[in-house]
T-cell receptor
Framework: DAGVTQSPTHLIKTRGQQVTLRCSPK?????VSWYQQALGQGPQFIFQ???????QRGNFPDRFSGHQFPNYSSELNVNALLLGDSALYLC??????????????FGPGTRLTVL | AQSVTQLGSHVSVSEGALVLLRCNYS??????LFWYVQYPNQGLQLLLK??????LVKGINGFEAEFKKSETSFHLTKPSAHMSDAAEYFC???????????????FGKGTKLSVKP
């Protein structure tokens, strides 16, 4: 049973560019959440997708956008990159119903470096 | 608003010694509380969770945590540290307008655990 997978593993961009990060949830999961983890900090919630719609959003600017596909996979897009966007981006999946919703499974993350 | 405070950014223990990692939370509603572990260059792995059932929660790898409402605490303990326990540990509380566990997680800043031989 494959867990949560993310691609790419590492990414280097320059200021002003745009980036797309991808996430495949754990088999059977229908909810995907994205988190940003800056160096030395805990993860911060960006947004959550369920049924292809953004269900919740954290305190992040509109430069951060996302999408969920019918197969529940998800993308995180960041426009007009800033140096401060350098971080580990974590994807987490969960099940919206039953007791499975109590646990979010995290992927290994994508390390984004903005130069 | 909900928040989590982890006391001590670094904790060092000797192998075989007691591990105690502290977490205090703030929540206006009954919280769901979690402890995650992160090994270098990896994602987060759930150690244990409190979901308003038993106040003493047992998790994986011999860890446990006790929910104390009066102290708003959810400290993580392990009786005997092992070298493989060296990692960063995050306490988290769930939030979000959908409430409870379907909401997003709010994390503390983490505690890095070192284990000396």
């Amino acid at each position: 049973d494959a867990g949560v997978t993310q691609s790419p593993t590492h990414l280097i961009k320059t200021r002003g560019q745009q980036v797309t990060l991808r996430c495949s949830p754990k088999s059977g999961h229908d909810t995907v959440s994205w988190y940003q983890q800056a160096l030395g900090q805990g993860p911060q919630f960006i947004f959550q997708y369920y049924e292809e719609e953004e269900r919740q959003r954290g305190n992040f600017p509109d430069r951060f956008s996302g999408h969920q596909f019918p197969n529940y996979s998800s993308e995180l897009n960041v426009n007009a990159l800033l140096l401060g966007d350098s971080a580990l981006y974590l994807c987490a999946s969960s099940l919206a119903t039953g007791t499975g919703h109590l646990e979010q499974f995290f992927g290994p993350g994508t390390r984004l470096t903005v130069l | 608003a909900q928040s989590v405070t982890q006391l001590g950014s670094h904790v060092s223990v000797s192998e075989g010694a007691l591990v105690l990692l502290r977490c205090n939370y703030s929540s206006s509603v009954p919280p769901y509380l979690f402890w995650y572990v992160q090994y270098p260059n990896q994602g987060l792995q759930l150690l244990l969770k409190y979901t308003s059932a038993a106040t003493l929660v047992k998790g994986i790898n011999g860890f446990e945590a006790e929910f104390k409402k009066s102290e708003t605490s959810f400290h993580l303990t392990k009786p005997s540290a092992h070298m493989s326990d060296a990692a960063e540990y995050f306490c988290a509380v769930s939030s979000g307008r959908f409430g409870g566990s379907q909401g997003n997680l709010i994390f503390g800043k983490g505690t890095k655990l070192s284990v000396k031989p």
